[in-house]
């Protein structure tokens, strides 16, 4: 079978593979659809630390059951469609023991720490499979996966209708998080520098967008909010300038979620979280976050089809990872598409 992988950092092609063998309590996988993510370019460059080399990519996947165990967990069964759940975790750890799965002690990332799915087959454990509805469009199933990872700031974030949520980062998570923001009936206020990408953020739905480069993100949601400031502040950027300004964006006795990996460690005047008496969070990945993000895609609550740049074959997959690298503001989400 075909498999896209990175034998070192700059180092991407489509290889031929023997096709995997299930171990106990795994399924066989047919993958119909693959999500490039941004986290990948960052594997491309070498610049995700957590990423041992080689690697086979792809933790954005949806596929139909080739052969599952008889007694598995979720009753599963073969030619059912699913999405994979690629967060591998030890299940006994502290973290794990309270369902926080997601930061297990132990976890393993698809693509990241373990080979990933951008190939023909996949094995992966069955009760890290999500049955998605059997009509539900291949190419949508292939985005549930980063729509959780908004979700889970959302959800870390406690966001209710009626409050203001501010987000960092018009990319692919941010935007995703202010779509279900708006979607839970808050007021998403969309932040970044490129102008493109919020005007799309506008035409999209997103109430407010603010350009940080032209406009004081400060006075702009202070205006917007009457003074109180957002309730909610969700960082999706990982840079250092917006972790430092989600302080000054959140109301007192407001919230922020941190989703974004900074490369350098931010200093931050700590006073301001005992003075505004703020609640400050990381987000990562996500967890038991699946059938919501299936049933806001299959709803239409959250429009993912939207965010689709481009459609691409497996072979098409490592000169659209050169040029994402070369021209990432070109691309909002890609999906590799399998026969
Ligand atoms: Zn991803
Ligand atoms: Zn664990």
Redesign the pocket.
């Known amino acids: 079978m075909k498999a896209i992988k990175f034998e070192k950092p700059w180092d991407v092609a489509c290889v031929g593979m023997e096709k995997p063998v299930p171990g106990p309590g795994q399924a066989l996988i047919k993958v119909k659809t693959a999500g490039i993510c941004g986290s990948d370019i960052g594997a491309f460059r070498g610049t995700n630390g957590l990423v041992s080399y080689p690697r086979v990519i792809g933790h954005e996947l949806a596929g139909v059951i080739e052969s599952v165990p008889e007694d598995n967990p979720k009753g599963l069964k073969v030619g059912d469609h699913v999405i994979v759940d690629p967060y591998l975790?030890?299940?006994?750890?502290?973290?794990?023991?309270i369902g926080r799965?997601n930061c297990?002690?132990?976890?393993h990332v698809l693509g990241v720490h373990v080979d990933g799915g951008m190939a023909e087959y996949f094995c992966h454990p069955a009760d890290m499979l999500v049955k998605m509805p059997e009509n539900m469009d291949w190419i949508l199933a292939a985005m549930a996966e980063p729509l959780t990872i908004s979700l889970h700031g959302v959800h870390r974030g406690g966001l209710k209708a009626g409050e203001y949520c501010a987000i960092y980062g018009a990319g692919p998570i941010g935007l995703l998080a202010g779509l279900v923001a708006e979607a839970y009936g808050a007021h998403a206020i969309l932040i970044d520098i490129v102008q493109e990408r919020l005007d799309f953020a506008k035409e999209l739905g997103i109430e407010y967008i603010v350009n940080s480069g032209r406009e004081d993100p400060v006075s702009v949601v202070s205006e917007i909010t009457g003074g109180n400031m957002a309730q909610l502040v969700m960082e999706c950027t990982g840079a250092n300038a917006c972790i430092r300004g989600s302080l000054d964006l959140v109301s007192n006795a407001g919230r922020i979620t941190f989703t974004g990996w900074p490369k350098k460690e931010t200093s931050l005047p700590t006073d301001v979280f005992t003075r505004k008496e703020i609640d400050i969070r990381g987000a990562r990945t996500s967890a038991g976050e699946f059938e919501e993000a299936i049933e806001l895609i299959t709803s239409g609550r959250v429009d993912v089809r939207k965010i689709l740049t481009k459609t691409i074959s497996l072979e098409e997959a490592p000169e659209t990872i050169i040029d994402i690298e070369k021209n990432p503001g070109s691309y909002m989400k890609v999906v590799v598409e399998m026969p």
Do not use: M
Not at 89 to 97: A, F, I, R, V
Not at 104 to 107: E, G, I, N, R, Y
């Open positions: 975790y030890c299940g006994h750890c502290y973290p794990c023991s799965t297990c002690t132990d976890l």
